[in-house]
């Protein structure tokens, strides 16, 4: 882990927010972009349209560390690179929310099927087991 990175990336975030810069934001963790995304549109109630440009599809789902993924409004776009450029935190906009629909590269779900995964499969798992 570069600690000074990661305490960079967060130092960004916690200003952005403060600044008011941000819609919502998510650590990419267990399951990468594309879970980290899929969270925030079920939790948020809102669909993502996103094209990630990677080497091979499996990066889509990397557990690598030092990332978030930021929803800034776009009227706060270009304070929110100014600010991150100040902190030498890179960022790349993957594209954008609103609509029912998940979509990242060819991966295409309804949201609220996304959503109905997410809050009832693991009521589903618990009852198979009794």
Not at 102 to 128: A, G, P, T, W
């Amino acid at each position: 882990v570069d600690f000074e990175k990661e305490l960079a990336l967060w130092n960004t975030v916690i200003e952005a927010n403060r600044a008011k810069l941000l819609k919502s934001a998510k650590d990419v963790n267990l399951g990468g972009v594309a879970i980290s995304l899929a969270k925030m549109a079920v939790v948020g109630n809102i669909g993502v349209e996103a094209n990630i440009s990677l080497n091979d599809s499996k990066d889509i789902f990397s557990e690598s560390l030092s990332r978030a993924i930021v929803e800034v409004n776009p009227k706060n776009c270009e304070e929110f690179e100014k600010l991150a450029s100040k902190n030498r935190v890179s960022y790349v906009a993957i594209g954008r929310t609103g609509g029912d629909k998940f979509i990242i590269n060819d991966i295409f779900k309804e949201l609220d099927n996304l959503s109905k995964v997410y809050f009832n499969r693991f009521k589903e798992v618990i009852e198979q087991d009794q």
